[in-house]
């Protein structure tokens, strides 16, 4: 008779979205950083601390290192547009009945 959440169907599913998207690039993140860390150990046996490849291993690392450090505040900006997009919807003009 009545649909009662008929247009909020994709709100559950973006947030599911992101928060794999998070899993996924907190993988990707631990991987490259644990790859470029591997790396660099056998740069450095190989050619020495001082070389550019040693360098440029070192930068890739502070890199992932830097972009990981943002992760909770994305986290925390994707919840809130989350929580934002409920309380518009709920409380929009789709919302419960005024008087």
Known sequence: M??????????LNSLSTAAL??????????????ILSQVQGQV???????????NATSQGINAV???????????????????LGYLFFFGGEHGGNRV
Request: glycine fraction near 12%; charged fraction near 5%; proline fraction near 2%.
């Open 2 to 11: 009545f649909k009662i959440f008929g247009k909020s169907k994709g709100q």
């Open 21 to 34: 998207a998070f899993v996924v690039i907190a993988i990707v993140l631990g991987f490259g950083a644990l």
């Open 44 to 54: 450095a046996l190989m050619a020495g601390n001082t070389s550019a490849a040693a």
């Open 65 to 83: 290192n830097t972009f990981s450090s943002w992760l909770p505040i994305l986290a925390i900006i994707v919840v809130g547009a989350v929580i």
